[in-house]
């Protein structure tokens, strides 16, 4: 089986013969005064392009600086706005105690709080958890 997509050299000649005919047709005198006047005027028609087609040329220094300002510029802005703006107070949320636990003959069951500290948008900072003994001994 031939898996190339290459022709084979009798493949090549049989087109070239089915398309011999084609290589001799001449256009008509009309159709080819037709093409002449047609891609003459193609060439006299002045060639515009749009704004963002035409590129400027920027010495390398010059390139350099203005992208230093301009890091510079945000990079203010940035300081100014954190500087600007109070930071987000800290949310205090107390879990709810769970249901009271009784306890199993004389040993405590464990019983906890917890206390978490949550900032909109960064999310739980820190989270306290107390254990309380029902039955101390």
Known sequence: MNDSTEPTPSEEDRLGELLSPLRRAEPTAPMR???RRAARAALVRPTTSSWWQHSVSVPAPV??????????VGWGLGAWRSISSDPPAPVVVEAPAP????PIADTGAPAYTTKASYFPGVGFVSR???YHLENPL
């Open 99 to 102: 249901a009271p636990v009784t």
């Open 128 to 130: 306290q958890t107390t």
């Open 33 to 35: 005064r037709a093409n």
């Open 63 to 72: 390139a350099a600086l203005a992208a230093g300002v301009l890091l510079a």
